[in-house]
């Protein structure tokens, strides 16, 4: 094999482009001493990735080169075997969606989730902040009664146990609300019935989701959003891409910073759904919005 100067350049070669760093990020120790590993996991920080994702992409393309028998700069890893991603069908699964969820409304509270799901906007999630217990269960009461005859699926964001008892579609938990889950957590939470939708924001946390069998993963932010204080970069169009690739198996949900005009370079990614707030929430006329931002998913499925 080359040295891992000479298979460090020949990954930047063909990959530079494509993933192009605001900034290259340090190299993780490790003990893998395989050139072709250390040759990945070097170029993958200089493309950017931080420490974790570097990290899986080089044993993905260590993995991947055991697999095939030689090395190949050319390929991004994105077979889900060389990531040790659950076989298909996954036997740790939770209740499946579908597969395309189309445009995925994520509102402030009940009111909003009813007049998104009346103008036609298939998936609809109630975020809504409170320190409060009892306006939390009623608000998830209340978005439960207004997706009723519209056929809207609802996701309640982050209180799993308050979406079980409204009886709501589904739950969406971020990275730390699912690792906070308890085993026995998980198990109820699976056992309910209810769909779970999982935020990820690279390989690292996309490897973790996938590990509870999720019904969906969200990728993000694709863009900048000051709607949330993000732990990593925008990811851009080129990772989503690569992301859709890896977990293909799964519905995926783009989300972060999309505005009307950016859909069809998200939509050509591979992604069934694209998720906006702002577009909707601050449109002087949501519904027009909604219609516009519909029409959109609609001319490329």
């Known amino acids: 094999m080359l040295d891992i100067d000479t298979l460090t350049g020949q ?6 482009a494509t993933f192009a760093p605001d ?7 490790c003990s893998e001493t395989d050139p072709g590993f250390r040759a990945a996991l070097r170029a993958c920080s200089a493309l950017g990735f931080i420490a974790a994702d570097a990290l899986c992409l080089a044993r993905a393309w260590q993995t991947q080169t055991l697999r095939t028998g030689y090395f190949d700069a050319a390929h991004w890893p994105d077979d889900p075997r060389d990531f040790g991603l659950q076989p298909v069908p996954h036997v740790h699964a939770f209740v499946p969606c579908p597969q395309q969820l189309g445009l995925y409304a994520v509102l402030p509270d009940a009111p909003w989730v009813g007049r998104m799901a009346r103008a036609g906007v298939p998936t609809v999630q109630l975020r809504f902040k409170s320190d409060n217990a009892t306006a939390i269960a009623q608000e998830a009461q209340a978005a439960v009664q207004a997706v009723q005859g519209t056929g809207a699926l609802l996701f309640i964001n982050d209180h799993w146990q308050e979406a079980i008892a409204a009886g709501a579609y589904g739950v969406h938990l971020g990275q730390e609300d699912l690792e906070a889950l308890t085993p026995p957590e998980l198990e109820q939470l699976r056992g309910s019935g209810l769909r779970l939708g999982v935020s990820t924001h690279g390989y690292a946390e996309m490897l973790r989701a ?30 989503l891409a690569a992301y859709a690739r890896l977990m293909r198996a799964y519905p995926l949900v783009a989300i972060g910073g999309i505005a009307l005009e950016q859909f069809p370079k998200i939509l050509a990614t591979g992604v069934g759904s694209i998720a906006v707030v702002r577009a909707l929430v601050n449109a002087p006329d949501p519904e027009a919005a909604a219609a516009g931002l519909l029409q959109a998913i609609k001319n490329k499925y």
Do not use: E, W
């Not at 990954?11 to 530079?16: E, G, M, S, W």
């Open 23 to 29: 900034a290259a990020q340090p190299v993780p120790p």
């Open 11 to 16: 990954i930047l070669q063909h990959h530079a």
């Open 210 to 239: 996938d590990a509870v069998g999720p019904s969906y993963i969200a990728m993000g932010a694709v863009f900048p959003t000051t709607l949330k204080r993000m732990a990593t970069a925008p990811q851009g169009v080129a990772r």
